[in-house]
């Protein structure tokens, strides 16, 4: 599938100031800006495998899209939600477990780059990512 491979991000777009209205704080941030996140993404049908690793910590993700799962952000944030495929890109939708709001995500290839957006009241953000 499109997504399949081995990701590395390359830049970020607006990233603290989304942190910043997540409400992580400014030590966090300035970890979270230089945490040399590799992401490994494996599909079989509607099964996605998702390894995760950073300088934080490592983890797998495991779902199936349209079934909601739970998923913990590298800052503790709690969130529960799922994926879903529309068109050519992953479209994930989230609820913080601790207030209620909505976090939107979506996963997109654009040309050999896979762009990952973050939508958070309001707050746009982009992480891109190149193979690794």
Do not use: C, P
């Not at 909601?68 to 913080?96: C, H, I, M, N, P």
């Amino acid at each position: 599938m499109t997504f399949d491979g081995n990701w590395k991000v390359d830049r970020s777009e607006n990233y603290d100031t989304f942190m910043e209205t997540m409400g992580v704080n400014i030590m966090k941030r300035k970890l979270a800006a230089h945490d040399n996140l590799k992401v490994i993404i494996h599909q079989e049908g509607d099964k996605f495998s998702v390894k995760e690793s950073s300088t934080f910590r490592s983890i797998e993700i495991n779902f199936t899209l349209g079934v909601q799962f739970d998923y913990a952000l590298a800052d503790g944030t709690e969130l529960s939600g799922a994926w879903a495929l529309e068109g050519d890109k992953l479209v994930g939708t989230f609820t913080r477990k601790d207030n209620g709001k909505t976090l939107k995500t979506n996963r997109v290839i654009i040309g050999d780059e896979l762009v990952q957006t973050y939508v958070y009241e309001g707050v746009e953000a982009k992480r891109i990512f190149k193979k690794a």
